[in-house]
């Protein structure tokens, strides 16, 4: 009979909560360590196995696999449940383990449907390395079902309730029935009690099925018995990469034989191809593509990687030139008076550098420079000759200004060129010529409000 809350054990070291579960081989508690004021879970043998003849050899490997989960627990491992205590209380043998917080994957699937590959294939290969530890003692686990893999708050899984003797129960009450898990075994587990390490890689194999999908994989028996056909994950969830859906299909292969002999086999499975970083591409060549109007075959080389772009250069140096020339000239044709002019010069000089696309254009604006400045003596013709005459040391001055600036803009044309198009060429530098004149105005205005 299961004992109730409040119950005590070993002298009131141990207290009783509740039954977390029961099953053909077992019956596991939520008790409480007294003197450690810690939850803890309790593992007992079903009493009613007593009048089983395999009774006596089922208690001495509980006993045995025990105390070598005890010798793992001296070096704890973080995703396999840590055992405390082994005792026995009047007739029945208890195995204490640490108490685990969080969800099994049965909870989790339910709640949240199929889970993200990225999400649970590294609690996967943590529960892989675990049994990997396990299989190195002697051990095979023989449940890493679902209910079997908690995953804790921090997304860390650990493995727990081992399925110790599980063997040497009568088959009427073996795992295969029980907590729903008879499809995560393996057809030889249900029908010989197989001790092997492909017992567990078909396990965690059909758990990675179960928790990518959110479907119960086709059992093992049906699929041997009746031929029945096991459905690829990617069917159910296309989501899926052919990366993760070949491992699980290996390792729930029907015969042995045909699976992974060795959990590190499998996990070597699940290892995501590393990227290969592209070579590195010539300034030459980058210029070349970018200015070519062909459109290349962009087929993917890389599965879901996109083609890789170059950068755009802008040449900063020459626009910061080309802005503080025309800051210059937009205060000295402000001072002429010469509103009229800016617009007109403005116009010229960008659309001559955007035709030109190259350095030639400096040709084009020097011509249209010359024009402004000849506009802007006639206009001024008619004031005193001293005035006439600074006017006129004024429009040199300034020329020389608007002819180095015209030739920084072709170079900054050309160099924008490489990277852009004509009609972004032109809003760059255009607006760039604006933004000078127009500080240049409004400087003339500032320091000389009378004029």
């Given at each position: ?28 508690y939520k008790a409480l360590h007294v003197e450690l004021n810690q939850t803890v879970v309790i593992k007992t043998p079903n009493e009613y196995l007593s009048h089983d ?251 879901d990687k996109p083609p890789i772009k170059s950068p755009r250069v802008i040449p900063w140096g020459w626009l910061v030139g080309v802005l503080l020339s025309y800051l ?32 030639a254009g400096a040709v084009v604006v020097a011509v249209a420079v010359a024009g402004a400045w000849a506009w802007t003596v006639v206009v001024t013709g008619s004031v ?68």
């Amino acid at each position: 009979m299961p004992w109730i809350a409040g119950q005590k054990l070993q002298s009131g070291k141990y207290v009783i909560e509740t039954v977390l579960g029961q099953g053909g081989f077992g019956i596991t508690y939520k008790a409480l360590h007294v003197e450690l004021n810690q939850t803890v879970v309790i593992k007992t043998p079903n009493e009613y196995l007593s009048h089983d003849l395999e009774y006596e050899k089922y208690i001495e490997r509980f006993i045995q696999e025990g105390r070598i989960l005890a010798r793992l627990s001296e070096d704890p491992h973080p995703h396999i449940v840590g055992v405390i205590d082994l005792f026995r209380e009047g007739a029945t043998h208890c195995l204490v383990m640490d108490f685990v917080e969080g969800e099994n994957l049965f909870e989790a699937v339910k709640r949240r449907g199929a889970l993200p590959e990225a999400e649970i294939v590294p609690c996967i290969r943590q529960i892989g390395e675990a049994l990997s530890v396990v299989h190195q003692a002697g051990l095979v686990h023989r449940d890493a079902h679902p209910g079997n893999i908690m995953v804790r708050r921090n997304g860390k899984a650990v493995l727990i309730d081992f399925g110790i003797a599980k063997e040497l129960l009568p088959k009427t009450l073996s795992s295969k029935g029980i907590a729903g898990n008879e499809g995560f075994a393996p057809y030889e587990q249900m029908s010989r009690g197989s001790r092997e390490p492909t017992v567990d890689v078909y396990c965690l194999a059909a758990t990675l099925y179960y928790a990518v999908t959110g479907q119960r994989p086709t059992t093992s028996l049906a699929r041997k018995l009746d031929n029945a056909s096991l459905k690829s994950p990617k069917q159910i969830n296309p989501s899926i990469s052919n990366r993760l859906n070949q491992p699980i299909l290996k390792g729930m292969a029907l015969e042995a034989k045909d699976r992974p002999q060795s959990m590190q086999a499998w996990l070597a499975m699940l290892e995501a191809p590393k990227a290969t970083p592209p070579p590195p591409v010539e300034s030459v060549y980058r210029k070349e593509v970018v200015r070519s109007k062909a459109k290349p075959n962009l087929e993917p080389i890389l599965d879901d990687k996109p083609p890789i772009k170059s950068p755009r250069v802008i040449p900063w140096g020459w626009l910061v030139g080309v802005l503080l020339s025309y800051l210059l000239i937009g205060y000295l044709l402000a001072a002429l008076n010469a509103l009229y002019i800016i617009l007109a010069w403005v116009v010229a000089v960008a659309g001559a550098v955007v035709v030109a696309g190259a350095r030639a254009g400096a040709v084009v604006v020097a011509v249209a420079v010359a024009g402004a400045w000849a506009w802007t003596v006639v206009v001024t013709g008619s004031v005193a000759v001293a005035a006439a005459v600074a006017v006129a040391a004024a429009v040199a001055g300034a020329g020389a200004v608007a002819v180095a600036g015209a030739v920084a803009g072709a170079v900054a044309g050309d160099k924008l060129l490489e990277s852009f198009s004509k009609f972004h060429t032109f809003l760059i530098l255009a607006g760039t010529y604006s933004l000078g004149l127009g500080w240049g105005w409004l400087g003339h205005r500032i320091f000389n409000p009378g004029s």
